[in-house]
């Protein structure tokens, strides 16, 4: 009589599911703001994140806060726009912030927390 072999399936968890699309959304994000830094880059400025994609708890709900800095006024609201895009592309809602409308201290955090795109782990 020859033996018969019963698979074991072993499923992930809730939390090991939850967890692993965590990672990749977070990884798209990161793509999506160095994808969106060309746009930055091409202005003459450069993108700094901040909030959950910099500082942690980046999360199903979670946008992308940018600011947009070294772009002169005139131009840097064009230039939000197109970044703005560039993430909404990627599938992504996103706060854009010109430098010149960054409050003193939401300007300190960025100094502080911010983190430049291809700085993003």
């Given at each position: 009589m020859s033996e018969r072999r019963t698979a074991i399936h072993s499923y992930p968890?809730?939390?090991?599911?939850?967890?692993?699309?965590?990672?990749?959304r977070r990884a798209a994000a990161v793509r999506a703001v160095?994808?969106?830094?060309?746009?930055?880059?091409?202005a003459g400025g450069r993108l700094v994140v901040f909030g959950s994609l910099a500082e942690g708890g980046f999360d199903e709900?979670?946008?992308?806060?940018?600011?947009?800095?070294?772009?002169?006024?005139?131009?840097?609201?064009d230039v939000a726009l197109d970044v703005e895009l560039a993430l909404a592309d990627a599938g992504f809602t996103a706060?854009?912030?010109?430098?010149?409308?960054?409050?003193?201290?939401?300007?300190n955090r960025i100094a502080e927390r911010g983190i430049e795109p291809g700085a993003l782990g």
């Amino acid at each position: 009589m020859s033996e018969r072999r019963t698979a074991i399936h072993s499923y992930p968890t809730f939390d090991e599911l939850r967890s692993r699309r965590l990672a990749e959304r977070r990884a798209a994000a990161v793509r999506a703001v160095r994808d969106a830094e060309k746009v930055a880059a091409a202005a003459g400025g450069r993108l700094v994140v901040f909030g959950s994609l910099a500082e942690g708890g980046f999360d199903e709900r979670s946008d992308i806060d940018v600011a947009l800095m070294a772009v002169p006024a005139g131009r840097d609201g064009d230039v939000a726009l197109d970044v703005e895009l560039a993430l909404a592309d990627a599938g992504f809602t996103a706060d854009v912030i010109p430098e010149r409308f960054l409050s003193e201290s939401l300007r300190n955090r960025i100094a502080e927390r911010g983190i430049e795109p291809g700085a993003l782990g």
